[in-house]
């Protein structure tokens, strides 16, 4: 039975985005996944991370193939997983999961290698997980580190420099289409912040009208009052449409928003002229039917790539310099999340030998009579004394065990010897974890 830390999770390198967008975890989804997750065999805590390109389940494991189990359950029932999608997710376990958290969280992992979103998002994620109540001692040290990782490779390496995120990606494929994005009309269909992001580009680009449309009209009259643009009510949205050179899409709708009988009507109402849509959502809010108009120019979150790619080549130093970072940090961070694997076992151990001390106390006692005070207190201290030097040298030794295996074995004679009961989440006798590329086994 193998505990630890384990990331199952599918991304843009492993899955298109019609496979990865079946897995996106809406906000009304994520907070009973969390608990169900929590509840779960083999799971002690859990954080999800679903974002444009992943879905990851962070987990801190008693039982990594129970753990597997539970995630492989959740997605079958609530997602509709089967057998020939299992390809598309990738395993982690132990340090090698640990490397990942740290890559994801200083934008190493990221389609864009360095855009800043991903921060905020791991943040989010990790807030909102405990918000739910399903980190603890282990996963709150893990986040925590991860981010602090992360805001290093930030300020000692330069892969931050010339920010390049999605949004930017997706103004920079409208401008090969027009050759000035000046006076262009630009809609914004939805009020989240890849669409303020892609606003904020557009506009610092010298777009000419823009509306922003929400189911929610308050948020969009929040974006549009920042930007300079003008909210739409979603209901009377059609007029602005046909008037857009540009739309772009990002809801947290788990359905189409824009399908191709829409983009025939918006054709139908227009003057003429391409029309540019962006759809940066997963799930996608734009039908890839919409494509087969004429006149319309429609690219998804996975077209992106291939404009991020030609700004790659400048960071590429700057990454391999951040690698190397988080690699350090990763190995010496695994060493002290080992040793807190024992630390249940650590402090039961003093307790137990306190208990032992007083016992042998109180025989004493019994034995030899009421002791002057300055005797009393003389054996109280040398008794405290020898005790901690003796659970000290103990934990010292579990502490600095260098291998698992080896850990484990000393923490396993440690609860024999003194009869401990085994605290949950700490190891069994097991081998070293290794990774699996992909499914669940």
């Given at each position: 039975?193998?505990?630890?830390?384990?990331?199952?999770?599918?991304?843009?390198?492993?899955?298109?985005?019609?496979?990865?967008?079946?897995?996106?975890?809406?906000?009304?989804?994520?907070?009973?996944?969390?608990?169900?997750?929590?509840?779960?065999?083999g799971i002690e805590e859990a954080v999800l991370l679903s974002t444009c390109n992943r879905t990851e389940f962070i987990l801190w494991c008693t039982d990594m193939d129970a753990a597997s189990s539970s995630v492989e359950s959740l997605l079958a029932g609530e997602f509709s997983l089967d057998a020939d999608q299992y390809q598309h997710f990738y395993r982690y376990t132990g340090r090698e999961a640990l490397m990942h958290v740290f890559r994801v969280a200083a934008s190493l992992d990221s389609l864009v290698v360095g855009e800043p979103q991903i921060v905020?998002?791991?943040?989010?994620?990790?807030?909102?997980?405990?918000?739910?109540?399903?980190?603890?001692?282990?996963?709150?040290?893990?986040?925590?580190?991860?981010?602090?990782?992360?805001?290093?490779?930030?300020s000692e390496t330069e892969i931050g420099d010339a920010p390049v995120s999605i949004p930017y990606a997706a103004v920079a494929l409208?401008?090969?289409?027009?050759?000035?994005?000046?006076?262009?009309?630009?809609?914004?269909?939805?009020?989240?912040?890849m669409s303020e992001l892609s606003a904020r580009y557009l506009v610092s680009a010298g777009v000419g009208k823009l509306w922003v449309t929400n189911r929610t009209h308050e948020h969009a009259e929040t974006l549009a009052r920042d930007l300079g643009g003008t909210a739409v009510r979603f209901e009377d949205r059609w007029p602005y449409l046909a008037q857009a050179d540009i739309i772009l899409s990002s809801t947290g709708c788990p359905h189409v928003i824009l399908g191709r009988e829409d983009a025939e009507r918006i054709r139908r109402m227009r003057e003429g002229?391409?029309?540019?849509?962006?759809?940066?959502?997963?799930p996608r809010d734009i039908d890839p039917t919409v494509r087969e108009v004429s006149g319309f120019f429609l690219y998804d979150i996975d077209d992106l790539q291939q404009v991020v790619a030609s700004h790659l080549d400048d960071r590429l130093t700057a990454a391999a310099e951040a690698e190397k970072m988080v690699e350090r940090e990763a190995k010496s961070f695994a060493g002290d999340l080992e040793a807190q694997r024992v630390v249940p076992t650590i402090v039961a151990l003093r307790a137990r030998l306190e208990q032992i001390?007083?016992?042998?106390?109180?025989?004493?006692?019994?034995d030899a009579g009421a002791a002057a005070s300055e005797a009393e207190a003389a054996l109280e201290a040398m008794t405290a004394q020898l005790m901690d030097r003796v659970a000290g040298e103990l934990a010292r030794e579990l502490k600095q065990a260098q291998h698992r295996p080896e850990q484990e074995e000393l923490t396993a004679a440690l609860r024999h010897l003194f009869h401990l009961a085994q605290p949950a989440g700490e190891p069994s006798p097991e081998i070293e974890p290794q990774i699996a590329p992909a499914g669940f086994d």
């Open positions: 039975m193998e505990s630890g830390l384990l990331v199952l999770g599918i991304s843009h390198h492993t899955a298109p985005v019609e496979i990865r967008e079946k897995f996106s975890i809406s906000e009304s989804r994520l907070y009973p996944s969390l608990h169900r997750l929590a509840g779960s065999p905020a998002q791991v943040k989010s994620a990790w807030a909102k997980a405990r918000q739910a109540g399903t980190t603890g001692r282990f996963l709150d040290r893990v986040f925590q580190k991860a981010l602090s990782v992360s805001k290093h490779v930030r409208a401008r090969r289409l027009f050759s000035s994005l000046e006076k262009r009309n630009v809609m914004l269909i939805g009020s989240g912040k002229g391409p029309v540019f849509l962006i759809d940066i959502a997963v001390r007083q016992a042998e106390l109180d025989h004493y006692r019994r």
